[in-house]
């Protein structure tokens, strides 16, 4: 037997294809662009999503072996995007993203209201859902009033797949829609957004089925009758089933286009005041804390196109040995910020430049000001609880030890990094998909990798790291009256 986990992400999907034993025997995946037709929008158009998933599975068929056995299939996917279906099924817009701020005055407005953040454990971020269905209904009435279903990313794989309407716990604890304790839909909050239930998609937990595998696209692709389609999971929960961060206290550093600090919870303990996301967990009866800076790897990107290198390239510049601190400050909000600021229309900032600023050190600057963004989110998700004292760290940043290195000493804490291969948002789709065909208990399935080697702080260096961070938290409240002027 073999699982399919597809990982829906901003820039592309993959797809990875594990044995019953859990191991990876096969990967692939499709790219796709985003649009931004304004200054801080951004859209996807879900055929898009379609057509890379019909062209893995395709690839899957003829390449991979093992496909023809599978029994299970779990999506992932990028959170909060609003994808709006008529009532034949057909999608009304191009998907609004994560990463969209439009709807942020819609956001203040619902997190003005008392009982949001008590029934969702969280602020209301211009990035979730239900503001997007709120500025849909102020600016394109008429999509609005045709709206019969409203499903997340990974949703809408599962409702091509299936043929049903279904959504995880995690995935929707980013709705505003969702009572996260209760782990239902709250009627009070779909009557603040202006939405009803009947145009929610059914609630399952991601490790338990959420349909059946079309008949035709099982007969287009060789496989069986009776294929199970997990509920699947946002990508931080996936990730955090792909690398064994279920029970209280485990979790990870992602490093990737956004910068995430993840710890797993075995109660619902919510601090929605921290700006500290508080979600489900795609297994039942756990939840997750999560701080959330909008540009991480994405600061190195947008540095790398400006410069003309790779960003390989340019973090290889700094050599192996971590130097301290230097003298130009990076703000790392090109996208807004999240944790711990909630201000969607903070930019951000590069200073103290001098004749002998070279590219060596704004790269440096860079890479510190995405540490420090991690920081402030490490800093408020372990507010009032016990420290943590190790992650995991995992994304496309973490290829790169000086970095690695960097961000441990501004935590304070050693970071691990996995055996190269397989442990994030794929593999643990992949991981809820067996977990619904078997019946299997995730604890069996969803173990932790094991771990190249442990990255530990570095102490000496951790004193002036310390002093930087002071003046990189109070470069915040000096830049923070600084406003988008395009458009």
């Not at 209280?248 to 993840?262: A, K, N, P, Q, R």
């Not at 005041?273 to 967990?281: G, L």
């Not at 609880?385 to 441990?408: H, M, Q, R």
Request: proline share 5%.
């Amino acid at each position: 037997m073999s699982y399919v986990g597809l990982d829906l992400g901003t820039s592309g999907l993959r797809g990875l294809v594990i044995d019953d034993a859990g191991a990876p025997v096969y990967s692939t995946e499709r790219h796709f662009s985003v649009s931004n037709p304004e200054f801080g929008w951004a859209e996807q158009d879900p055929k898009d999503w379609i057509d890379a998933l019909d062209d893995i599975f395709d690839e899957l068929k003829a390449k991979c072996p093992e496909f023809r056995d599978v029994q299970g299939i779990g999506v992932a996917g990028q959170m909060h995007g609003a994808t709006l279906l008529d009532k034949s099924g057909a999608v009304l817009r191009k998907c609004i993203l994560w990463n969209d701020t439009r709807s942020h005055r819609e956001a203040a407005a619902l997190d003005g209201i008392d009982e949001v953040r008590s029934l969702s454990g969280n602020i209301v971020f211009p990035g979730f859902t239900a503001p997007k269905l709120l500025w849909v209904r102020n600016h394109e009435a008429d999509v609005f009033n045709r709206i019969d279903k409203v499903l997340l990313p990974a949703g809408y794989l599962n409702y091509y797949l299936t043929g049903e309407f279904v959504a995880d716990m995690s995935d929707s604890a980013g709705t505003s829609w969702l009572n996260t304790g209760e782990r239902c839909w709250s009627a009070k909050l779909l009557e603040l957004g202006a939405m009803r239930e009947d145009q929610m998609p059914g609630l399952v937990e991601g490790s338990t089925e959420g349909g059946v595998l079309r008949g035709d696209l099982a007969k287009r692709w060789g496989l069986g009758v009776n294929v199970t389609v997990a509920g699947g999971a946002g990508d931080n929960a996936a990730a955090a089933c792909g690398i064994g961060a279920l029970n209280e206290g485990d979790g990870f550093v992602s490093l990737g286009t956004s910068g995430v600090i993840l710890v797993a919870k075995s109660s619902y303990s919510p601090d929605a005041d921290s700006a500290v996301h508080t979600f489900c967990h795609a297994v039942p009866d756990r939840w997750y804390q999560m701080g959330v800076m909008l540009s991480a790897t994405d600061c190195l990107n947008w540095l790398s196109r400006l410069l003309r290198r790779s960003p390989e390239e340019l973090s290889g510049k700094l050599g192996d040995e971590l130097k301290p601190p230097g003298f130009e400050r990076f703000l790392p909000y090109l996208s807004g910020e999240r944790t711990p600021h909630n201000d969607a229309s903070i930019r951000g900032n590069l200073d103290g430049i001098s004749m002998g600023t070279s590219e060596e050190r704004i790269v440096q600057s860079v890479l510190e000001g995405v540490a420090f963004g991690l920081k402030d989110s490490f800093d408020a998700v372990n507010h009032g609880c016990k420290p943590v004292e190790t992650l995991s760290v995992v994304g496309g940043g973490a290829k790169s030890d000086y970095w690695v290195e960097l961000i441990a000493t501004v935590l304070g804490i050693a970071l691990r990094k996995p055996t190269g291969g397989e442990f994030g948002a794929a593999l643990g789709a992949a991981r809820l998909g067996m977990c619904a065909a078997t019946k299997m208990s995730a604890n069996d399935v969803m173990l932790p990798p094991e771990f190249a080697k442990e990255i530990e702080p570095n102490i000496a260096l951790m004193p002036r790291f310390e002093e930087a961070y002071g003046y990189f938290k109070a470069s915040y409240p000096a830049i923070k009256g600084i406003r988008n002027t395009e458009g």
